[in-house]
């Protein structure tokens, strides 16, 4: 089983380094038949990978424990559903995970432009797909060969980590995976685009919808990663900057910009070089994700150091970005942009001004997470940077960014018009300042918070408004009543209106983060059974405590009955575990979600001899519309991937200059 | 290059030199030391009275608890330090496990007044080796 496995991984390293090398050929060539060999060659990689993957899980699922990595991830206690999911909850298998998902992508990519295959754009981008699919089979054959046989032969694995038997944390990874392979596509377009010298709007109009899938699946990864974290790691929130969690923001927020800044490429000619350059900066971004999230390697240079995988993703990050650079200097004079930026007062200004403004927080989250290193390696100085520095550097450039999110949607190419402005502005910024005086006396909210709220409902009311003007004004048109109207026209034009979708949503999250950071209360402390306590407008009694034992854990369950500030009452069992092979506490959060905030409540321990509970209590207001606004995101992240009624229309347009 | 490029040009370069700056000035503002036990022992004049981070193993038996409040040594190449805590214990916390505590440092009595106190083990992902900390308290 391990010399099989392990004859796969080195034989999909063959194939893929093979279909490089052959496509590569065919493209200095112009060989039809080398392209054939090579696409052969890449079809056979995901051939190979598959049963490669086949093989492990059928490993994890019968318990062969004469694999190292079964005996680390499965015990005879676990189901089904988690045996499969060890395929990626480990290191080994992840990497194999990886390589195969970009495989899938890539034979998607091939069935995808199966007509238009003798196009250098297309097999440029298929070798330089295959270049880095060799990479990530080679890592895993070679670093990471989930194939290794035990080191001594055990009857009974150990299991997963207790805190990742989780729903949510185990589709996230498969998200964030699928994220973040898939910004292998638009990267090898970029250099695609810039060898079959392409970089008219061919490569940016085909990369679109390859770059929003991936864009989709690292949003899904995030919010459930976060999701996971609120309900298993029992500290009451879901983002701590964490690398892992920057390591994942990072390609989103470059992949957002890339997204928003390929609409001004298409419309307007513009931002070529800054496009690509973005293509380039996101796949490495994903890369340092991939290799923070793999390793855990961030705590010090030692252990980037030391670890195997350090040098070899250093060196492929450094030769892309060289490799990148050195084109785009080579090329230069094959790029020209067709029209000049005439004001920053327009769409494509304020485009602009929201790519800078992306990059920025993608630098900052960058420097945030890599200081410590860098300090370590130049001064010798172990430091460490952590929440306080990123939520208070951060907060002015979402700020900014809501406000662009509203404003750069209504207002027109070239040259904005102030008085169309107005009209589209009018009665939201009166409803925005409604709202946001009303939390302002309310809440007595801080400037910041206020700030968030008012911008956040700004984008709501906005965005409404505008898909309600144009929605009456096509019912007047039509003579077909408003509702039909408005339906009919998110209808014509899924992208753009997938996009309005994803702006509310995005400013619903906005609005349960402020509401869940400015307003938090917490309440720490130690009650005897029997007792009852008060905590923001609820009332708890703390009933009873249950004790027993469950095969891989032992467990304090406690009963709380809990009565909200309108009276209703719902029983709560907070429990904490230890568990044996692990040697390991966790906590089992309970929660009651309100519309207006979660009550979330945390047994942190109990003193069997005082019959003492350890509680930790939060109130998180409006953490609720995090999770609905996340939603929202992903909807119309797919929203705008449906085909458009509209598209055929405009790509005879798109002939025209515009 | 034109005036008018020049201008955008300006207003971003602009943009990005104020934001460095707001961003440096975060990080001088927020950065902590972070020691292992026996490097901060090194250190200890220098730290004394200030916020610091260290990491190190809890020596078995040395747990006192009670209730919320926690006092525990932990230990790294053979030097040691008072740990002294209040607030949600994170998973995984027991004898031998290797912990991040960030607080107030005092030379006097050689103890750590904890803030936050994580569990550096095991990692998301693997039993053994390092990876990244679990976040607990606030």
């Known amino acids: 089983m391990s010399e099989f496995g392990r004859a796969l991984l080195f034989l999909a390293f063959g194939t893929s380094l093979y279909a490089f090398i052959a496509l590569v050929l065919s493209n200095l060539k112009g060989d039809a038949r080398w392209k054939e060999s090579g696409i052969r060659g890449l079809q056979a990689t995901v051939g190979v990978l598959t049963v490669a ?213 298409e419309k307007r000619g513009m931002l070529k070089i800054w496009n690509i350059n973005l293509a380039v900066i996101t796949f490495l971004f994903a890369l340092i994700g991939t290799y923070i999230t793999r390793s855990g390697a961030l705590t ?84 460490t940077v952590g929440q306080p520095f990123f939520n208070s550097v951060t907060p002015p450039l979402f700020l900014l960014l809501i406000f662009l999110m509203t404003v750069a949607p209504i207002i027109s190419w070239r040259r904005a018009s102030s008085r169309a402005l107005v009209r589209s502005l009018a009665w939201p910024t009166v409803l925005a300042l409604l709202t946001g005086g009303a939390l302002g006396i309310g809440m007595r909210a801080p400037l910041i918070p206020l700030l968030g709220y008012t911008l956040a409902s700004w984008t709501v009311y906005t965005t409404l408004y505008e898909v309600f003007r144009v929605g009456r004004a096509r019912a007047r048109r039509k003579g077909i009543p408003l509702f039909r109207g408005v339906v009919e026209l998110l209808r014509t034009d899924h992208r753009r209106y997938g996009g309005y979708i994803v702006h509310v949503g995005v400013a619903l999250i906005a609005i349960g983060i402020v509401g869940s950071s400015a307003f938090r209360q917490r309440l720490e402390k130690e009650y005897p059974v029997g007792s009852t306590f008060s905590f923001e407008g609820f009332q708890i009694a703390f009933k009873d405590i249950q004790q027993g034992i469950e095969p ?81 995101v992903v909807f119309g992240g797919f929203y705008a991937l449906l085909p458009s009624h509209r598209r055929n229309r405009s790509r005879l347009e798109q002939e025209q200059p515009v | 290059m034109k005036p008018k490029n020049l201008k955008i040009a300006l207003v971003g370069t602009a943009f990005f030199l104020l934001f460095g700056w707001v961003v440096a000035q975060g990080i001088q503002r927020t950065w902590v030391y972070y020691y292992t036990v026996d490097e901060l022992m090194e250190n200890a004049g220098k730290v004394n009275g200030r916020v610091v981070k260290t990491s190190g193993t809890v020596v078995s038996g040395s747990i006192q608890q009670q209730g919320l409040s926690l006092d525990f040594l932990i230990e790294e190449n053979g030097e040691t330090l008072r740990v002294r805590y209040r607030g949600a214990i994170p998973d995984a916390f027991t004898d031998e496990v290797p912990v991040v505590a960030e607080g107030v440092y005092h030379r006097s009595g050689n103890v750590l007044e904890a803030r936050t106190l994580m569990t550096k083990c095991p990692s998301r992902y693997e039993a053994e080796g390092d990876g990244a900390p679990q976040a607990a308290g606030s």
């Open chain 1, 300 to 383: 010090s240079v030692h252990a980037f150091a030391e670890s195997e995988l350090g040098p070899w993703f250093a060196g492929a990050i450094w030769s892309i970005a060289v490799v990148a650079a050195g084109l785009l200097y080579m090329k230069r004079h094959r790029i020209q942009s067709e029209h000049r930026l005439e004001t920053l007062f327009s769409r494509e200004g304020f485009f602009l001004i929201n790519n800078w403004v992306f990059l920025a927080l993608a630098l900052t989250v960058a420097w945030g997470t890599l200081f410590p290193i860098v300090s370590e390696a130049f001064t010798g100085i172990k430091v």
């Open chain 1, 53 to 265: 993957s086949i093989a492990l899980v059928s490993a994890l699922i019968r318990a062969d424990y004469s694999l190292q990595y079964v005996a680390l991830q499965v015990s005879p206690g676990m189901g089904l559903t988690y045996r499969i999911a060890a395929f990626w909850a480990g290191m080994d298998g992840s990497m194999l995970f990886w390589s195969w998902v970009l495989s899938l992508y890539i034979l998607a990519l091939l069935w995808e432009t199966r007509q238009e295959r003798h196009d250098p754009l297309h097999s440029w981008a298929y070798a330089s797909l295959a270049l880095s699919l060799s990479f990530f089979v080679f890592i895993a054959a070679v670093f990471s060969n989930p194939f290794k046989p035990a080191e001594m032969l055990v009857s009974e694995g150990r299991g997963m980590n207790p805190l990742l038997m989780n729903v949510w944390m185990h589709t996230h990874p498969v998200a964030l995976y699928l994220g973040y392979t898939g910004l292998a596509i638009p990267f090898s377009y970029a250099m695609a685009a810039l060898l079959a010298e392409r970089v008219d709007n061919t490569w940016v109009r085909f990369i679109r919808k390859w770059t929003l899938i991936p864009w989709v699946f690292l949003t899904i990864g995030i919010i459930l990663g976060g999701r996971w974290a609120y309900l298993e790691l029992g500290w009451g929130g879901y983002w701590a900057w964490d690398p892992v969690e920057n390591a994942s923001f990072m390609p989103w927020l470059t992949a957002t910009a890339f997204l928003h800044s390929i609409i001004v490429q």
């Open chain 1, 552 to 632: 891989d854990y032992r467990y304090s369950r406690a009963t709380l009955e809990v009565t909200d500030p309108l009276g209703k009452s719902r029983l709560l069992y907070p429990e904490y575990r230890f568990y044996f092979k692990w040697n390991m506490n966790t906590a089992e959060v309970a929660l009651w979600p309100h519309w207006s905030g979660d009550f979330y409540a945390v047994l942190n321990g109990y003193d069997e001899d005082q019959r003492m509970g350890l509680f930790v209590l939060f109130w998180n207001p409006l953490v609720g519309f995090l999770w609905v606004g996340g939603l929202l």
